[in-house]
């Protein structure tokens, strides 16, 4: 492993540059720099992660959580890999050993559902297993390297000589090992349990693929398999015959069908209206089969009359409760969706037209009494759209309670942290109900399943890496004689969840323990917390007894501006590309037809995302560059339930990027002016009081900065490091220092120690602005070292220690005291003096201790275009004087004052009432002003509109109050604006 070079750039003479600015373009257009720096790291053979690293540093591991290969990134991924990437930049410019590892997931169910979908628009009958197989490896090769185009435009530094696919060689090996393993410890068993099961694709499908559908009173959905739309959110009451006896029990049920599968109805234990019928026994009144009256605490008294019919076959909560009283489970409908023989003369009929024959049956019996109407949640598949059915099946399950409880120990005593800390007890909460996990899938696309049978004997399961072995196996196990072709393998593949979970261990080297290395860093989403994080832990624990991590880091989900969360289904998706580079509306669109035609989009997918673009992006998307998306992605609190996008706030990031581009544009202007300059970034003390005080403001202010940046890339608030860095840059570097530091460049005053600070600033601040802004930074950098200092990701990161010689509040607290004045003598010029081409004269009246100011007061008067004259405040203001107070520094009081005649405008004496809603509407603009989510989101523009504002009517209220100067005494002056 190589030595990373840490650079610097100090004590050298650099030849006259006349000529140098002419080759530095005038503007920063991301389209034509981005992917010159991409090639520039992607073509330097040493830039991995491993070689970039200083041998003496901690090795730093984190994985990129594998996308599907179902289709293309989303802005949920660019979020991660804004965050991700950032964390390893600022581990690199550390010093850190970093293995960032990437992948590809087969995805599937979600893959298979694609390549199906697209098979069928363009074949008739049935699929060929054999052509199945072909397109699904096909699309998922495309769609790898269309991802790895994705992530490397978006400065993605993943290590692709280590690239894993979950279902490359290795990866199935460990698959297939930690199966067999699982199985022989007796981790994973084949039985009955209770599965998510789409009839339409005809296999079980994970929690995650299972969308949650609201409705509120009757609704129609479509069901894929029936022409018409199907109602739902009907309760249907029906009598339930005590036996023996003419009472009668009302039950309310939205899925009448199942009550073939009715085996009790329940009570809660506290309602004492139906205390006297528990323990008793009803008729089923579509069988007239005997059922007992059960009490159960988990039965809403609020839900339809209290009493619910408890069918364990098909409802988790039923299943439950049916497990606890020890209950049968009957089931009610075969794979394809379609009434079982437990059903009678209504066997063989679709669930929803044998919906309608059974309330039909109840009407006629006269025991269904009511129909109303009731608010609730259906479960959908997210591939096919279809009803999920709960359906009790024969599958493989991993048993989760032993290992979900190691989980929670290791919680509790800080040994495995998740961040946020209100995730952590959301992950807790979690791990009080997770129940077994059903592993098995029965479609094609996946990891085969490794157990065998014969097939004289069905219920006798062995595993084995093949099926000679199996044979072997069974041989021994039966002892019996048999043949291959009698061995017979399990036809499902494993959970696409069961192979990501593993990731952990396939990346270390696994069966191999001793070649078990922790990730460092577990950093996703949020919404993939227990579908994910809990399998790899549950995983790793089960196979050695570790943890695969003990750090997990989770942010929000990226939505849109109604806060819906991006998908497919909802027509919302935006490819991050489109943001980098630009689309127009009509390219967006023909983008979509093509994702509809490939099978990648459903029709009622497709109608959505046309809706969306013309309503959202009538124009399209402009291109703002990778380093405007990550920063806006970044701008953001990661730790929020959602994040979200704005096309006003990227463009901002974008004239960030600009800004930054223009300052070093500034720098090398002036540079130009002179015949040699000698870099000398060695600050000792007697140069440091050497320099003049604006040079001195912007090192302490850089120390501030820095302050902040290094305490909030600690507690992960890259939220706060954003506004930090745009605050640095936009307003005191270039809205300030620069402003100061150009009146005495064009008079040739301090040149070589402006220069010098300049450029140091600029290249520490660009240092530290890269693991946020890679791609601008990156070029400035070989702009500042002429490219003779390697990559900018080799450079030293500085420390806050380093400059803390910097610090220096004397000279922060009078600077502050001379942009607060600068800051009113242009709002009171712009109140008093507008139309008026001359510098205004000004009387600037200030506390003795504060005659400091006057050292500086032709900065002031150039920065404000005035003509000052200072004197100690004490006297009256006169009636033909206007003039405001404020606080400038401690409580004490500073005016700005001028002649009414000089002014020209006549300003009416403001009663309470005018004053007190003036100060009223300062105060909402303030707050609104101040607000954080406003400082974060809101245009450049838009807050300068209303800060001019808020002084504005600061102005104005400060105006009013200074008519009462006249009355106060000439011995001293007002110790606040109030007085």
Known sequence: MLRRRFTSIRNYTTPHVNGRLAQIPKAYNPLDFESNVTKKWAGRKRLTLSNLTSKDGDTFRMVFPPPNVTGKLHLGHALTVAIQDTIVRLKLMRGHHVEWLAGFDHAGIATHSVVTNK??????????????????????????????????????????????????????????EAFMHLFHTGIIRRGDGLVNWCFALKSSIADIEVNEVDFKGRTSFPVPGYDNLIDFGLLYHCAYRLQNSDAK?????????????????????????????????????????????????????????GIVKISPAHDKLDFAIGVDH????????????????????????????????????????GTLVDITEYTGSLGVCSRTQDMIEPMILQHWFFQTKEF?????????????????????????????????????????????????????????????????????????????????????????????????????????????????????????????????VWRMTIMTLALIDKLPFRSVLLHGVVVDHYGRKMSKSKGNVIDPMHIIQGRGINELKLEAAEAKNSGELEKSEYDLRLFALEKEYPDGLPSCGADALRFSLLGQNIYDQDVTISLAYLENCKHLCNKLWQAMRL?????????????????????????????????????????????????????????????????????????????????????QDHLQVMRYVLCTSVKLAHPFLPFVTEEMWGVLTENKEGLLIEAKLPLLNDIAKFKHDTISHQMEKILKLIKQVRSFKTRYFQGVKEPPNILVEIHKNDMDIVNVHSYIENLSATKLKFEILGRRLTSDNIGI???????????????????????????????????????????????????????????????????????????????????????????????
């Open 667 to 751: 720098y090398y202007h002036y540079l130009e002016a002179e015949e040699s300059f000698r870099v000398d970034e060695v600050f000792t003390p007697e140069k440091l009081t050497k320099l003049p005080m604006i040079d001195r403001w912007i090192l302490t202010s850089l120390y501030d900065f820095m302050s902040s940046y290094e305490l909030n890339i600690r507690n992960c608030k890259f939220h706060l490091v954003t506004e930090a860095i745009r605050k640095f840059f936009y307003f005191k570097y270039c809205d300030t220092y620069l402003e100061f530091a150009k009146l005495e460049l064009k008079q040739k005053l301090n040149t």
């Open 249 to 305: 029990l009302i039950v309310a049920t939205s899925r009448p069908e199942t009550m073939f599968g009715d085996v009790a109805i329940a009570v809660n234990p506290t309602n004492e209206k139906y205390q006297e019928f528990i323990g008793k026994s009803v008729l089923n009144p579509v069988n007239m089969k005997i059922i007992p009256v059960i009490a159960d605490a988990r039965v809403k008294n609020n839900f339809g009359t």
């Open 326 to 365: 020890k209950l049968p489970a009957i089931k009610v409908f075969e794979s394809d969706g379609k009434l079982n023989v437990n059903c009678g003369e209504l066997q063989g009929m679709p669930r929803y037209f044998a919906r309608d024959r059974v309330i039909k049956l109840l009407k006629d019996s």
């Open 119 to 176: 098979l069928k628009s363009t074949q008739k009958g049935n699929i060929d297993p054999s052509i199945l197989l072909k397109e699904l490896e096909n699309h998922a090769l495309r769609n790898r390297e269309k991802m790895k185009y994705q992530l490397e435009a978006l400065g993605a530094l993943l290590d692709w000589n280590r690239e894993y696919y979950t279902l490359d060689e290795n990866h199935s090996y460990v698959v297939k």
């Open 404 to 532: 979900s409880n190691k989980i929670v120990s290791c919680i509790k005593s800080g040994e495995f942290i998740v961040r946020p800390d209100n995730m952590q007890d959301v992950f807790l909460h979690q791990m009080s109900s997770v129940h077994d996990w059903c592993i098995s899938r029965q479609i094609k696309w996946g990891h085969a399943i490794p157990a065998y049978h014969h097939r004289d004997f069905p219920d006798i399961w062995i595993t084995a890496s093949n099926k000679s072995a199996a044979k072997t196996k069974l041989e021994e196990k039966l002892q019996i004689q048999t043949e291959e072709d009698e061995i017979l393998q399990d036809p499902d593949v494993l959970d696409t969840w069961f192979s990501s979970a593993l990731i952990p261990l396939a990346l270390s080297n696994w069966p191999d323990v001793d070649k078990f290395k922790e990730i460092s860093l577990m950093e996703t989403g949020h919404d993939i917390l227990l579908f994910w």
């Open 885 to 979: 107070l404020f606080d400038i520094e401690g409580g004490r009081s500073c005016r700005i004052s001028c002649s009414r005649a000089d002014a020209g405008v006549v300003i009416p004496i403001m009663d309470e009432v005018r004053l007190g809603k003036l100060q009223t509407k300062l105060s909402k603009l303030k707050k609104q002003y101040e607000n954080p989510a406003f400082q974060q989101h809101a245009p450049e523009d838009a807050k300068e509109k209303l800060r001019r504002k808020v002084e504005l009517i600061q102005s104005r209220i400060d105006e009013a109050n200074s008519k009462s100067l006249s009355t106060q005494p000439t011995d001293s002056p007002p110790s606040s604006p109030s007085s």
